[in-house]
């Protein structure tokens, strides 16, 4: 079973957990178990739609999508990019300033859950993240991996998706590997979806379902740092799928200083304040307890083949978008 990402045809649906929240011993039962807990409708549709509509205004004047207001579907009007190309931060640095995007990680329906799994105390890190999905834009879809080599710091690490839009199947949902989180940290190569690796799962892991449901707008998935996880295709012609995802952990645990600069690290945190209306959240994570660990390389290092191989993936998409022009009727001699 490779770490490649083949539209997986046999879903199972998710276990779903959004009963359980006044039972904490099962929720975190569910979580043990499956790797992952699938919570319909835990927030108010209304937080989740006003950073839709905050990113929406946004990404229709940046002549990156067109829509309708009132209605939760944004048309691209520009050719597909994919995480690292300059069009595409060109448009995330003014996403990524949106005050209510980041005031989302401490709503109170979520933290509630995070102190269930992981206890009073827990705090989301500031590195939060946007994820903008083309339509049938199969290259750059999210493949299967772990989050920890990419977080490093605590296992104990919690991630929360949440989509900003109801998100049927073909619109390209996060799915999950029950049961992954056991296989241990498992070895990288190179994709070219967000991040740039894909985990190269086991032959065990064959054994093990992929589940994944449709969401509607508040509905939330969470899942640990050792989950296997990835995003289905987007086949819904026309649509851009926009989502965001959020990290906890506990007080006292480890993490890397990544974790505490938002994305990408090429805004610093008074460009992403700015603009905001409160200033109750922010540099909230000065008051929180945490150790700060150096970043290890080698979780997120590729073997030589895989590089070769990742260098060769790079260049062909580059070339087939026209950015740069390779002959390969010319082999070298020597």
Not at 17 to 36: A, K, M
Not at 123 to 149: C, G, K, N, W, Y
Not at 269 to 297: C, G, I, M, P
Request: charged content about 20%; some cysteine; proline content about 8%.
């Amino acid at each position: 079973m490779s770490g490649d990402l083949e539209q997986v045809t046999a879903l199972q649906p998710f276990t779903d957990s959004g009963g359980l929240l006044d039972q904490p011993d099962r929720l975190r039962e569910n979580l043990e178990r499956d790797g992952y807990l699938f919570l319909p409708g835990l927030l108010p549709p209304d937080a989740v739609t006003s950073v839709y509509n905050a990113f929406a205004n946004i990404l229709v004047k940046a002549g990156v999508a067109s829509g309708e207001d009132g209605k939760q579907q944004l048309k691209p009007v520009c050719r597909p990019f994919r995480e690292g190309d300059a069009d595409y931060f060109s448009v995330h640095d003014e996403l990524y300033k949106v005050e209510s995007f980041h005031a989302l990680a401490h709503h109170s329906d979520l933290l509630k859950v995070m102190e269930i799994i992981q206890g009073p105390g827990c705090f989301p890190h500031p590195l939060s993240i946007i994820r903008m999905v083309f339509p049938e834009h199969t290259p750059a879809t999210t493949p299967p991996h772990q989050d920890f080599p990419n977080n490093q710091g605590s296992t104990k690490l919690t991630a929360a998706w949440i989509p900003l839009m109801d998100c049927p199947a073909e619109l390209g949902p996060l799915r999950v590997l029950q049961g992954s989180h056991r296989l241990g940290v498992l070895p990288l190569q190179y994709h070219l979806g967000p991040g740039n690796r894909a985990a190269k799962l086991p032959e065990s892991a064959s054994t093990l379902e992929w589940h994944c449901s449709d969401f509607a707008v508040g509905d939330v998935l969470l899942f640990g740092a050792m989950t296997v996880h990835a995003a289905c295709h987007n086949l819904k012609p026309s649509c851009l799928r926009l989502s965001v995802d959020f990290r906890y952990q506990p007080e006292g645990e480890p993490l890397t200083p990544i974790c505490l600069a938002p994305h990408f690290e090429r805004l610093g945190w008074e460009d992403v304040y700015r603009d905001w209306s409160n200033d109750h959240l922010k540099y909230y994570w000065r008051e929180k307890d945490y150790t700060t660990v150096e970043w290890d390389d080698s979780l997120h290092a590729l073997s030589s083949e895989d590089a070769a191989e990742g260098l060769r993936m790079a260049l062909e998409y580059a070339a087939h978008r026209g950015e740069v022009t390779i002959d390969l009727s010319k082999k070298r001699t020597s």
